[in-house]
């Protein structure tokens, strides 16, 4: 079993910058996918950012040019840097990660954290 905890979560003023932070833990054979997600209150749960076992990564279009996923393997940890934050930024962040390399195709991921506020306030 593998448990994802979050951290770096809290209150920003609006223009300001975060990182959260996720560390993967428990038995780990493979982790070639991982992520973050938000879900603010009433709102489905939206896909913010994703980085590949390539590399290669992907934001929401209100995360382009100003979040930038990143991930370290040796540790297995993934950060989403935050910056220019805005009030509509506010929600509960969740990082995921999956085996495989198409958890967002396939509907899944096998981990996931509990999840951390984030709130931006004007």
């Known amino acids: 079993q593998v448990r994802m905890v979050e951290s770096g979560g809290g209150l920003v003023q609006a223009g300001g910058s975060l990182r959260l932070s996720c560390a993967a833990s428990?038995?780990?054979?493979?982790?070639?996918?991982m992520g973050w997600y938000r879900q603010a209150p009433g709102k489905e749960r939206e896909l913010v950012a994703i980085i590949y076992s390539d590399g290669t990564k992907k934001y929401v279009e209100f995360g382009k040019g100003r979040f930038t996923i990143a991930r370290d393997n040796a540790k297995n940890t993934v950060d989403l840097q935050m910056n220019s934050l805005k009030p509509e930024v506010t929600a509960v962040y969740y990082c995921?990660?999956?085996?495989?390399?198409?958890?967002?195709?396939?509907?899944?991921?096998?981990?996931w954290g509990q999840g951390i506020q984030v709130t931006i306030s004007a």
């Open positions: 995921a990660a999956d085996r495989e390399d198409n958890p967002v195709t396939k509907g899944r991921w096998d981990y």
């Open positions: 428990g038995t780990i054979f493979r982790i070639n996918t």
